[in-house]
Nanobody, 125 residues
Framework: VQLQASGGGLVQAGGSLRLSCAASGRTRSSDSVGWFRQAPGKGRMFIAA????????DYADSVKGRFTISRDNAKNTVYLQMHSLRPEDTAVYYC???????????????????WGQGTQVTVSS
């Protein structure tokens, strides 16, 4: 399984970006997919995830109401739409994917076996 994250960039505070995570290889549309981010000097933090079966979606409290995760199974792609970006959202954003992640583990980075390379998001004040 290969994951390609894209869509990062430099944006002013209050702006928007949409990240994409395209999967190839032995993937299934039913895989669970998560987004995580890592700021300089900090650990990898959960942002959002969508469960393999339909409506299960989780968000970190810090992004609720600003970020939306969605998937296009026909394109094997998961999106993270980000609005009202803040300087503290600056980080490298990673997507992760795994068919075995259960609903209660969506926010756990160790539950995912397959990771993309990361895309940099920088929010200026």
């Amino acid at each position: 399984v290969q994951l390609q994250a894209s869509g990062g960039g430099l944006v002013q505070a209050g702006g928007s970006l949409r990240l994409s995570c395209a999967a190839s290889g032995r993937t299934r549309s039913s895989d669970s997919v998560g987004w995580f981010r890592q700021a300089p000097g900090k650990g990898r933090m959960f942002i959002a995830a969508i469960h393999r079966s339909g409506p299960g979606i989780d968000y970190a409290d810090s992004v609720k109401g600003r970020f939306t995760i969605s998937r296009d199974n026909a394109k094997n792609t998961v999106y993270l739409q980000m609005h009202s970006l803040r300087p503290e959202d600056t980080a490298v954003y990673y997507c992760a994917r795994d068919p075995s992640v259960i609903r209660s583990n969506l926010a756990s980075s160790t539950a995912y076996r397959y990771w993309g390379q990361g895309t940099q998001v920088t929010v200026s004040s």
